[in-house]
């Protein structure tokens, strides 16, 4: 079945950096886009990056664009997002999803709506 499973995440200070991974099964990585998104405590889900099946196309919220990037090894069937100069405000539960649909087009806001699958997420805290 398919199954996404998370791991990198920890304690950074401020201006530090992670590295996320997201380990995907049970279907053909390369067709399907992958979405990072998180969650803070107290706020709605929001969708941080998205990337295409293929690789070739990424897209970032306003609020990571410049700091964070998202990559894939099909080969490897992994999807990362790397973490750099991270703030307090980018603490928060990451969780990595699956595009549901292939057919349905690949938006850059990376609506949390348009994926499934979602792993059991992986804590990032960003503190002094």
């Known amino acids: 079945q398919v199954q996404l499973v998370e791991s990198g995440g920890g304690l950074a200070q401020p201006g530090g950096s992670l590295r996320l991974s997201c380990a995907a099964s049970?279907?053909?990585?390369?067709?399907?886009?992958i979405g990072w998104f998180r969650q803070a405590p107290g706020g709605e889900r929001e969708g941080v990056s998205c990337?295409?099946?293929?690789?070739?196309?990424?897209y970032y919220a306003d609020s990571v664009r410049g700091r964070f990037t998202i990559s894939r090894d099909n080969a490897k069937n992994m999807v990362y997002l790397q973490l750099d100069s991270l703030k307090p405000e980018d603490t928060a539960v990451y969780y990595c999803a699956r595009k549901l649909r292939t057919y349905t087009s690949f938006r850059p806001d990376c609506p949390d709506w348009q994926y499934s699958y979602w792993g059991q997420g992986t804590q990032v805290t960003v503190s002094s």
């Open positions: 990337i295409s099946g293929s690789g070739n196309i990424a």
């Open positions: 049970g279907f053909s990585s390369e067709t399907y886009a």
